[in-house]
């Protein structure tokens, strides 16, 4: 390896943007490479044990997958302008919208690139087929992305997108930018002039499908320019730069994203706790699957199915785990704010049996 560290990912990839802005922002020595379908047989599957990326391959031939491990792995040796802040309320804001992005974002994403294929086939398909025939037309590529596609597509009514909820799924999401718009448009970042991991949660999403394909970018570019300035920001950042807000300030712009997170995302993620305590308890020598089958979830005042993503537990309980690190004259100090953005009750709600990701699998495990 000529870097230090190698990322596998690919432009269109959800998770990638994420970890390959986190990269240019820690100023690290390190090369991207596309994961075709060669990387995927002959590296990715074999060191990982699924084709997913990215996948972070060090120097010392160190693999790591996930881009919340890839994330935490590198500031361990990097620490130098942490992306983690310091204090109570800007380091569990910024837990909680990382999986905000990370986990509910999925759902406007996958529906603003699968149910408007016909503005952007080429693009998307293109795209894809380009993993596994770049040299190929873009004919040929189309169709193979068709084939290589399929998988992702057949996600999008798990994930609770059907003819019922598309509408309120769009609305939600055009409030989204509203929100997103205002606040960018007085700050550079989530929490100040410098990048936290809130910012490249929100990253994933708000690049790869929906500031990057066609139709989405379009609409993003005219409702909401100040988050498209922002994508901008993330995607070419000044490297170790930039401070969070002092006294651990929280901007107002930011009290209805967590409001629109506490009232939408943080009720389905209780129910998938709820779930796995029950597979726990009744397998409790198994590993944890990542669907779990189906639950109700409501959006817009729509209820519909969608998977349980036994998965969102393990990044909610990044921000309930570092809620209950806090001393107890901190929990009172923020217990205000905690109410005002609705998240209180969801951090309160007490988690019988934790779970973990153990290297070299994507299921769960329950905690030890």
């Not at 929280?250 to 997170?261: A, F, G, S, V, Y």
């Not at 199915?305 to 921000?319: L, T």
Request: charged share 20%.
């Amino acid at each position: 390896m000529s870097s230090e560290y190698t990322i596998y990912g690919a432009d269109l990839s959800y998770y990638t943007g994420k970890v390959r802005s986190y990269m240019r922002y820690k100023n690290l020595d390190w090369e991207e490479k596309v994961a075709n379908l060669d990387v995927y047989g002959n590296f990715i599957i074999p060191r990982v044990g699924a084709p997913i990326i990215p996948v972070l391959h060090t120097s010392d031939d160190e693999v790591v997958q996930d881009t919340t491990d890839i994330i935490d792995y590198l500031e361990t040796r990097h620490p130098e302008c942490s992306v983690y802040p310091t204090t109570a309320k800007q380091k569990l804001v910024a837990l909680m919208l990382e999986c905000y992005g990370d986990e509910w974002l999925v759902i406007p994403a996958m529906h603003y690139r699968w149910n408007y294929l016909d503005h952007q086939k080429d693009f998307i398909l293109g795209g894809f087929g380009q993993l596994g025939a770049p040299e190929g037309s873009i004919e040929e590529k189309v169709a193979l992305g068709e084939k290589m596609s399929a998988p992702f597509r057949g996600v999008v009514k798990k994930l609770g997108v059907t003819e019922a909820t598309i509408p309120a799924i769009e609305n939600s999401y055009h409030e989204l930018l509203t929100i997103l718009n205002e606040h960018f448009s007085k700050h550079a970042y989530l929490l100040g002039s410098r990048p936290s991991i809130g910012d490249f949660g929100l990253l994933g999403p708000l690049y790869a499908h929906l500031g990057r394909d066609p139709y989405p970018k379009k609409e993003m570019l005219e409702r909401a320019p100040e988050v498209y300035a922002w994508i901008e920001r993330m995607n070419d950042p000044q490297p170790l730069s930039g401070e969070f807000l002092d006294n651990d300030e929280i901007p107002e712009t930011l009290m209805p994203l967590l409001q629109k997170m506490s009232t939408e995302q943080l009720p389905d993620i209780l129910n998938v706790i709820q779930r796995n305590q029950q597979w726990m308890t009744e397998n409790p020598d198994a590993n944890i699957p990542r669907q779990l089958g189906m639950h109700d979830f409501t959006i817009g005042g729509v209820t519909e199915s969608r998977m349980i993503n036994s998965y969102s537990q393990w990044m909610f309980q990044r921000a309930y785990n570092f809620y209950h690190s806090l001393a107890q004259n901190q929990q009172s100090e923020i217990e205000n704010f905690l109410s005002q953005s609705g998240c209180l009750t969801a951090l309160q709600t007490p988690i019988e049996k934790q779970v973990q990701r153990q290297l070299g699998q994507l299921e769960l495990i329950p905690a030890s």
